[in-house]
């Protein structure tokens, strides 16, 4: 279901605002891949900056676990991903 603007700026600003850089870093990927590919926390624990590719403005993660599959990030969370796969 679609998140409420109000929700989604707070998920930004609790990004945003963790202590160090690392901590920024992991907090946006979890953004891009949690709610930008529906990823599960499973799921999520076994990504890895290797299964996400990168076209253009556009960005694919292969997820691995009990369900593998290539799922599109939404097009607004893509930019989330950016730190972690630049780190």
Do not use: F, K
Request: proline share 7%; aromatic share 6%; charged share 20%.
């Amino acid at each position: 279901a679609p998140y409420p603007a109000t929700e989604t700026a707070w998920m930004w600003s609790w990004a945003r605002a963790q202590n160090t850089d690392l901590q920024r870093i992991n907090a946006h990927a979890v953004l891009g891949l949690c709610r930008g590919a529906g990823l599960t926390t499973a799921e999520l624990l076994l990504a890895r900056a290797g299964d996400i590719t990168m076209v253009d403005s556009s960005s694919v993660i292969q997820v691995r676990g009990d369900s593998p599959r290539r799922v599109p990030v939404e097009p607004a969370w893509v930019r989330a991903l950016g730190p972690a796969l630049d780190a």
